[in-house]
């Protein structure tokens, strides 16, 4: 088990930086999730972490041993990709024991070892097929396996779910999170998917351009989103996001102006703000009570409804778990719960609080 | 923490490293043998080599110039282009014609495919030898057959137009394969759905292959093109046992004619300045074909 | 395609079976004929047609017991799997440098390829021999090996490089991390999933040493020495009284084993030398 801390990191291909002076500590045991839209340089941390990528700048440290210079094979890290990366040639019980194998483990051990990760992962009966004979799923557990049966202090996740159809993506997600509950090893998962990120993640990283946006809880970053970036990326649907005016008696969005209700709001407020309400804060009512628009389109999910609202030029996205006889077209009026607003200063987009 | 220091050092050194020790076995042998044939060549069309003779004075270009004006060597170019010319003009047709039926056909295909290859694997001597068994002596089966038909019933290989002729189909049975897989390869990565679109296009067979089968293959054209006119001008193996040059000097290929200046005629300078001869004609058809296949490739 | 489509009207598919016909009968008639007169006599070699009436091995058998042939046959066989297993060793690590690292030296590589397939192999026969000889290296196996290797290595070099660059970065990511250095990776992850283009690159060489004959002709001068493509040379020179049927079975002899090899692998061989062609 082993602490990761990365101070100052850079990676630049070129004049492209593409990581700028990044600062993280991952504690012993922690499961984080670097999450961010593709290109913003989740994959390329991790796998410089990993040592596959060369550090162009700064520390990145596994406990207390700086490792820019070493070997991928002598990090003691353990990864597991996006499309498996698993040898086609060999058999699954030879594809987990090939670290094994390498580091010259005693044979009779590797077996040992190979058939304990086999049976955590139900993969035993499948020891002796090529990966070409297994479906996704069980590829996917094969790389796990391969991952885990070296007992490494790291383990580096690569959007290892991304290649698996929707309802697997939620089994694998729960097995993964057991799995590591069940080791305890210090984990670092890259995803694009915000849900993923929400589910899983002790801590989370948001990334952007190379920056890190807010590191914290799941929970945290969704109720304080700490700009707008953030606030528009995590949660689904997203957040809606305006400008409006506030002063201290309340907030005007779209001509409207609503009261703060004993929501207590900093006294001192910039004149522009962005707003950001959640979906499942906007309440639909008669046009003359709230911000008026037009219903764009419905679409019915069971259990709730997402609706989209034209108002002005912008739209807005309005979640619902009632049955509404609203119809296309209909005009309706849009009310926020004022308690439930995010808001951020316009030019910096930086939340205000 | 000063092992785990060194050993990050050694690891740096070793990724550095890495593409070079792993490109100069291949590079230093290719150099080693190729290149320095290559540069030694040069050099030694420059001097006058003598093997009794000590000494070696630098004569500059009359090697070439001697060369240029010696009857051989005219003659040896001149069969040198019509041999080359006729195999690419026929082996050309041929395999293309090979190419396109093979990727025409459904039934048995990869039999007719495996067939189409056998003579690419057979060496130049064993080819010469069968070839030369088809028109050799009086009772030669072509000789046979043409008497037959009322025509000569000279041995072939006894007459010098017709030698020409035989070791250009020697030559074209031998290369002409290599030429169609090539083809055969640029044919299967066209995309059925052009030809359907043609059709409803209203496009007859001919004008498809007019407008979409060739621009479609012109670099795989190139590439063919390429490997017939080198393969020829260099061919050596089927000549010499052959006709081994005759009769007379009528089938002196190039090649041939090289190493009978310097090996038959110990005349080295003169062999080495036609080795850079030929050199300097696949050069210039190489650039040519080269550019032909880049241009065709842009357009696309 | 599926074979539901409409199909091509019957006139064009007469005239595509037509050629296919003739142009296979093209390309294995002269074989069929050597093979033909193989079995036969001298006398009856030219009164019988393509089917012989008495065919005998005879001539076969003459072949295996004629002054030699053991030892040239040894040579062919020792000549070409040493060189192919050479070529095959300096092709991988070579391929493998260019296909990972150094494709910014596509000029290089080039050259590397194109250079071989531009020099006429007879002509390096003028420059190479007196140095040969200076280094006392005329009639070895040494230069032969060298030779032949080095004309081969290009070819197998381009043919890997398409199969190397087909195998998934991440792999080799994997191997890395599991613990494999790059030789590990190399030949414990690259070559074993490249192995159509390892069979491709290994026939290939083979061939090519197997059928050699200028090298042979020119660095060698001992009657040890010769390997079968000289031996048929030199028989079908210096006969008075050319015996057909015993040098149509010398050459029968000589393609059967490559031809074997190819049939087993005519798949692989195809594929790969289309794949490489294609790139």
Known sequence: ?353 | MADTVKRAFRDQLIERMTPYILLFPAIALVAAVLGYAVVRGVMMSFYQIEVWEPGQPFVGLRNYKDLFGSSGFRNSLAISLIFVGATIAIGLVMSLVHALVLNQIKFARAFFRAIALIPYLVSGVATAVMWRFLFTGDNAIVTQISGALGLSTVSWLADPDKALMVITMANVWFIAPFATLILLAGLQTIDPELYAAADIDGASGFQKFIHITIPSIIPMLSLALMWLSFASFNMFDIVLPLTGGGPGRSTEVLAVYMYQLAFRDLNYSTGAAVMIVILVINMALSAVFLRAAGRAQNDK | MTNDQMSSPLSTRVIAWSALILLTIWAVLPIVWSFSASLKTPLTLYSEGFIPENPTLDNYGRVLSSDGFAQYLANSLYLSVTSTVLTLFISVLGAYGFARYAFAWRHILLLFILVPRILPRASLIIPLYDVIAALDLLDTYTVLIITYTATAVPMATWILIGFFQAVPIELEEAAAIDGASIWQRIWKVVVPISLPGMVTAGILSLREAWNEFPFVLAFTSSGDMRTLPYQLYAMRDNMGLTDWPLINAFTITTIIPILILYLLFERQIVSGLTSGAVK
Request: hydrophobic share 40%; net charge neutral.
């Open chain 1, 1 to 353: 088990m082993a602490s990761v801390t990365l101070s100052g990191l850079k990676k630049s291909y070129g004049a492209v930086e593409v990581i700028q002076n990044l600062d993280l500590e991952i504690a012993d045991g922690e499961f984080v999730v670097l999450v961010g839209p593709s290109g913003c340089g989740k994959s390329t941390l991790l796998r410089m972490v990993a040592g596959l990528e060369r550090i162009s700048g700064g520390e990145a440290r596994i406990d207390d041993k700086v490792v820019n210079n070493v070997a991928a094979k002598n990090r003691d890290i353990a990864m597991v990709f996006q499309n498996y990366a698993l040898y086609p040639h060999k058999t699954v019980r030879q594809n987990i024991g090939f670290s094994l194998q390498m580091r010259k483990t005693p044979k009779a051990e590797i077996e040992k070892r190979v058939n304990e990760a086999a049976e955590l992962l139900a993969l035993t009966p499948l020891l002796d097929r090529t990966p070409r004979a297994l479906s996704g799923g069980q590829r996917q557990r094969v790389a796990m396996g391969r991952a885990i049966v070296r007992d490494p202090s790291v383990f580096l996740f690569d959007e290892p779910l991304s290649n698996l159809d929707a309802k697997l993506r939620v089994e694998m997600r729960a097995q993964i999170k057991a799995l590591h509950r069940r080791l305890g090893a210090t984990s670092i998962y890259v995803t694009h998917d915000q849900v993923e990120a929400m589910t899983m993640g002790d801590k989370v990283v948001v990334m952007r351009d190379g920056n890190i946006q807010q590191v914290g809880r799941p929970i945290d970053v969704y109720d304080r989103p700490q700009n707008v970036f953030v606030a528009g990326f995590i949660g689904s649907p997203s957040m809606n996001l305006i400008p409006a005016k506030a002063d201290g008696t309340g907030i005007t969005i779209s001509g409207k102006t609503f009261g703060w209700n004993g929501a207590d709001f900093p006294s001192k407020l910039p004149s522009e703000v962005i707003c950001g309400i959640r979906p499942e804060n906007l309440r639909l009512g008669s046009p003359e009570k709230g911000i008026e628009g037009i219903v764009e389109t419905i679409e019915p999910m069971g259990g709730e409804t997402i609706a989209s609202v034209s108002v002005g030029d912008t739209n807005l996205t309005v979640l619902y778990r009632d049955r509404r006889p609203v119809a296309l077209g209909d005009k309706v009026g849009l009310t926020p719960q004022t308690d439930a607003l995010h808001l951020f200063d316009a030019q910096t987009e930086q939340r205000i609080s």
